[in-house]
């Protein structure tokens, strides 16, 4: 608002995802309509040795699908190699979702060419990075052991491996970076609210430089059962996978649990200038809400996601006429999806033919803490490439004519973004809405 505040722009990024490692495999792969889901009767669970058969088996589960990182082959096969990003001792140090948060924050920084900052630089370069479970594959597998075998055979890296803000924490040692430390874990809108926290820290001088974003792990069979039982899960597709997740589609009928993780480098923009960085984009607002209305249910009419698209624009000194496209929180979802359709209607009142929307989770499907964080950074990718991702799956609309905007189904299109939004929306009644935009 105050347009006193600092700018700040996106300099880096870094992706693990179920459609490959780093930006160019992904976003490739995403443009190109491809699918990462697949069935959970294919997947090796990372838990070698659980402490119980039943932790090691999605066996019984209604949904039997999942957005899956490939494990096998290293990154030229798309896959995460623990190996290839981590020092000797780090993988048994460190839960699976701080591994990969620190895969996409070296392939941010180096993205940005930041990997030789000066100890005057680190001192003013934070770290703002959350997940929204952290690691249930250490508590399950705790719990298991300490009733069976008690307080001797724990381990001491317990503590240290499920703190949410670990991941946070290994990278400020890794890295040397001393300006915040921070870990925000808002369910489903922890990356969202991890990049624009770390905005602010820029815009209000606390410091230059953010690595900023959100990390999940989550493909484990306590996620999906209580996802399942929570009814979110979708469960009419577990033959096949691939049309499982499909936002907007009438034949939606829940989410699909996905994991990885997004970084971006966020920099004030002067000193991004100096350094000579590559500018995607220019992160411009932020806008967050409450529902106050439920625990996993949205009001119908999306007030709490409205307010929070308001919020963000409002932030951003933009209106509804500025922007061209909106990456969609959608989950696919029966309720979840209806309600962000009319708070994006309500918002965009008058412009319903100027806007396109999509949700990139058809092909990702959800990825909980990190979602926030890998949909902001295809939302900058739109900004820079002028590519819109498409929605994968979305071939009907449910029945009386409310889903009439430009969904982008099933192939990219080509259209000049010059701002765009995404929201992100989380459990606890929580939504969050960012603002990206072409650097005048
Ligand atoms: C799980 O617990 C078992 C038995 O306590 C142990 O042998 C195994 O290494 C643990 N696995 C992980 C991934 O922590
Ligand atoms: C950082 O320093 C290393 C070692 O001197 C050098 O090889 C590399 O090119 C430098 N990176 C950048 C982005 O300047
Ligand atoms: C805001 O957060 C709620 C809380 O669960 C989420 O389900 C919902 O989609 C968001 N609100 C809307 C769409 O109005």
């Known amino acids: 608002m105050a347009s006193n505040l600092r700018r700040v722009v996106v300099t880096g990024l870094g992706l693990v995802t ?78 699976l979702f701080t591994q990969y948060a620190i895969a996409a924050t070296k392939m941010a920084i180096e993205d940005a060419k930041y990997e030789n900052a000066t100890e005057a630089q680190k001192e003013r370069t934070g770290v703002c990075l959350g997940s929204g479970i952290g690691s249930l594959d250490d508590m399950a597998n705790t719990s ?34 001393k300006g915040p430390n921070h870990a925000a874990s808002t369910a489903c809108t922890t990356g969202a609210h991890s990049i624009g926290d770390a905005m602010r820290f820029i815009q209000f001088g606390d410091a230059d430089v953010m690595v900023a974003g959100g990390s ?21 597709y577990n033959d096949s996978p691939q049309e499982a997740s499909r936002p907007f589609d009438k034949d939606r009928d829940g989410f699909v649990i996905g994991e990885g993780a997004g970084v971006v480098v966020l920099e004030e923009y002067e000193h991004a200038k100096k ?111 002028n590519i819109l991702p498409p929605t994968l799956n979305l071939h009907a609309y449910d029945e009386g004519g409310e889903f009439n905007l430009n969904y982008v189904p099933l192939r990219a299109q080509e259209k000049i973004v010059n701002a765009a939004l995404t929201n992100s929306f989380g459990f606890g009644g929580t939504n969050a809405s960012l603002c990206f935009a072409k650097v005048d």
């Open 144 to 177: 298991v052991g300490y009733v069976e075998n008690g307080y001797r055979k724990m381990s001491p890296m317990f503590v240290p491996k499920i703190l949410i803000n670990m991941a946070a924490g290994h990278l400020t040692m890794k890295l040397g970076y």
């Open 18 to 95: 179920p459609l490959g490692i780093g930006i160019e495999q992904t976003w490739s792969r995403l443009i190109a309509a491809e699918c990462g889901l697949v069935s959970l009767k294919d997947i090796r669970l990372n838990n070698d040795s659980p402490a119980h058969p039943r932790l090691a088996t999605f066996e019984g589960l209604p949904s039997q699908v999942a957005a899956v990182v490939k494990r096998e082959g290293g990154r030229a096969a798309g896959a995460f190699d623990g190996a290839e990003w981590l020092e000797r001792g780090d993988e048994k140090r460190m839960a």
């Open 275 to 385: 350094r000579g960085a590559r500018i995607y984009a220019e992160i411009k607002g932020y806008g967050v809400s409450g529902d106050a209305h439920h625990m996993t249910a949205p009001p119908s009419d999306g007030a709490g996601a409205a307010m929070a698209m308001r919020r963000a624009l409002h932030n951003a000194r933009l209106t509804a006429a500025d922007i061209q496209y909106i990456n969609a929180h959608a989950t696919s979802t029966q309720q979840g999806d209806i309600a962000e359709n009319r708070a994006i209607k309500s918002v965009f009142d008058g412009y319903h033919d100027k806007i396109a929307v999509s949700s990139t989770k058809g092909a990702i499907g959800h990825l909980l803490g990190a979602a926030g964080a890998v949909e902001a950074i295809f939302t900058v990718l739109a900004v820079k490439n």
């Open 216 to 236: 999940e792990a989550c493909i484990h069979p306590l996620a999906v059962a209580g996802f399942a039982k929570a009814k979110s899960l979708a469960t009419r």
